[in-house]
Nanobody, 127 residues
Framework: QVQLVESGGGLVQAGGSLRLSCAASGRTFSTYAWFRQAPGKEREFVSAISRSSSIVNYAYYADSVKGRFTISRDNAKNTVYLQMNSLKPEDTAVYYC???????????????????WGQGTQVTVSS
């Protein structure tokens, strides 16, 4: 049984930081991604990390978060993190962790390419 469990969301003031975690169980994946969905909007890609080898990972970011967010993974813990700094009110959304068994080059940024999803964690940034 594959499960992705997110944690770390909350309420923070603009300019603050949060770190989201996504713990995977049941199997490991080549690519993990973070998406977010604000009320009334479509789910959008935030970041992804794709394993190239046992020690090399490649990270990808949406332009809107580049330079502010950092994705990382701990393979020993089968956990992916999203460090979010300099948060803005427009970052407010439910953040979802997703996973795919293929490299990023094969799945990209489309939500439909990811097979497994977490339940989501709310991030609210106040102005």
């Amino acid at each position: 049984q594959v499960q992705l469990v997110e944690s770390g969301g909350g309420l923070v003031q603009a300019g603050g930081s949060l770190r989201l975690s996504c713990a995977a169980s049941g199997r490991t994946f080549s690519t993990y991604a973070w998406f977010r969905q604000a009320p009334g909007k479509e789910r959008e890609f935030v970041s992804a990390i794709s394993r190239s080898s046992s020690i090399v990972n490649y990270a990808y970011y949406a332009d809107s978060v580049k330079g502010r967010f950092t994705i990382s993974r701990d393979n020993a813990k089968n956990t992916v993190y999203l460090q979010m700094n300099s948060l803005k009110p427009e970052d407010t959304a439910v953040y979802y962790c997703a996973a795919a068994p293929f490299p990023y080059s094969g799945v990209g940024r489309a939500p439909s390419s990811y097979d497994y999803w977490g339940q989501g964690t709310q991030v609210t940034v106040s102005s």
